[in-house]
């Protein structure tokens, strides 16, 4: 069973850059793709970010492309969310999410394994 364990999320001044990671554990990572996913309080979870593992070809919400990046390091097998120029609307729990369904691009319920999540809190 893989596990996926999120890190470097905090508290940041609007403007300001963090970078998440998640990392796999566990059985040898091959997934299909990798997502980061987010919700604020009150809200339903978004989609924020994606990647295909092999190409890395990526995609984005329109909300943050120009401001985030999603990468990965596949010897670490750990995906990053570099996350620039951030906007109080940006708070929110940051979840990493991988898919195994050979689909691109994923579907939501296409993934089948999400970290525990990380608080990302932007003040202004």
């Known amino acids: 069973q893989v596990q996926l364990v999120e890190s470097g999320g905090g508290l940041v001044q609007a403007g300001g850059s963090l970078r998440l990671s998640c990392a796999a554990s566990?059985?040898?990572?091959?997934?299909?793709?990798m997502g980061w996913f987010r919700q604020a309080p009150g809200k339903e979870r978004e989609f924020v970010a994606r990647?295909?593992?092999?190409?890395?070809?990526?995609d984005y919400a329109g909300s943050v492309k120009g401001r985030f990046t999603i990468s990965r390091d596949n010897a670490k097998s750990t995906v990053y969310l570099q996350m620039n120029s951030l906007k109080p609307e940006d708070t929110a729990v940051y979840y990493c999410?991988?898919?195994?369904?050979?689909?691109?691009?994923?579907?939501?319920?296409?993934?089948?394994?999400w970290g525990q999540g990380t608080q990302v809190t932007v003040s202004s």
């Open positions: 999410a991988a898919s195994h369904r050979p689909l691109w691009p994923p579907r939501t319920s296409d993934y089948d394994n």
């Open positions: 566990g059985r040898t990572f091959s997934p299909y793709g």
């Open positions: 990647l295909h593992w092999n190409s890395g070809n990526t």
